[in-house]
């Protein structure tokens, strides 16, 4: 639906329907990263696969349509800037003409162009809006295409270069094309603030949109306090299974003439809860009727809000007592004492991660499912470490408990192990208040 990185199609996370997919999740997988392990980072070109361009009227000239375009790259522990994105439009001869942008600087034949990015985000942003339009006489299902390539200045070498073969696919089309207005994103907010999403339908094709259907995804965070009659409403799904969500399906009858900007009926509202933090409302669009949209790269948005709050997550160790030879039960705990939820919705990544290393003269004999051997070149060899995630969120008041299986090889008095949580990447949760709780001790066979 969305426009993708070209060749970076699993890593999206921009389009409403990732959300949906999100829930779908179950249990993260992550994956312990020492901290001396050697940084890399990737540049990529976001555009869109295909891009539509709307006929010419008999007799006249075609109008232009916006393409977006731009840079961004992984790693926010590097400075990247200098973006230059190279568009190559040779393609389009007898298809498209382009109208190229003021940081744009074309050859002499005006069919490659240079365009200055200037920084480069690690989430996208549109730098570059090129204008498409049909050239005269090309018909309906004629086909050309764009390329790109790109580099910028910063990363572990000092030079990132985006993969090859990235380009946009032009087909002169007819119909309605929908797109939906882009938030933008909004950080601090107090718990209890009302907000408005900035949600108005344009329809820059050149036919009529009879109707349109919306579908709107809101997370645990969020309240959507706006309930109109023609949308059918579930959840917060709260069965400990999948992300508590709220979903919503609309359809309305409002005709959206080529040109033309309408409105939901009444704004459309949300309350920011006493539990959010990261949060996010996605919502997309589509023509009624079954009509295909001619492009749906601004079909869909995501608002990202993030709440002025907090969430003290901490661990829970335990005592237990074992003679040489015999399997004990050590099971700690996390829990989140809130007040809000975390939940790595863009990502997907777990919401934490907790290393256990054993308590000397112990080996583990059974671990808990989402737990796996962790340990490094970098640990003592005597001590076992074992990295257990969690699902990519957490609500207040949730409880996870993690029972291992230790054999007692020998007996060592006071043999304490280390139970320590942290986040999947880096080392402290920068919504915690209370970080001395987040490690605790397992002791077995204390002396006292």
Known sequence: MSSVSVGRVLRRGARAGAVGALVLAGLGSGVAVADDEPQSDQLWVQAPYDHAATVAPDGGIAQYRSLALGLYHDNSNFTVTDGRLTVDVSGLAGVAEVAWPD???????GTVAVCDTGDVPTRYSPQVQLKV?????????????????????????GTLVAPQGAETSVTVAS??????????????????????????????????AHGFSVRMWATYGLDVTTRYPQCTYTGPDDNGVYMAMTYATCSFDTEVAPGATVELPEPLRLAVTDHALYDRFDYEIEPG?????????????SWHIDADNTADFAVRGTTVSGAAGDTVTAAFRFVNRGPAWVGNVSSGDPVAVIDFYLPEGTTATSVPATCRNAWTSGDDPAIGHYACT???WAKPDLKVRFPFQLHVDRVVPDATGRVVARPDYGTSFAFDPKSRNNSAKVILNPSA
Do not use: K
């Open 103 to 109: 940081n744009c600087a074309p050859n002499d034949a």
């Open 133 to 157: 339009r049909a050239a005269a006489g090309a018909a309906v299902g004629a086909q050309g295409a764009i390329q790109y390539s790109a580099e910028a200045t910063g990363g572990p070498d």
């Open 175 to 208: 119909g309605p094309d929908l797109g939906v207005s882009a938030p933008r994103d909004v950080t601090g907010v107090a718990p209890g603030t009302g907000l408005t999403v900035p949600f108005t339908v344009t329809n820059t094709g050149n036919e009529t």
């Open 289 to 301: 009727g079954d009509v295909t949209d001619l492009d749906s790269s601004d079909n869909s948005r």
């Open 390 to 392: 969690l699902p990519m």
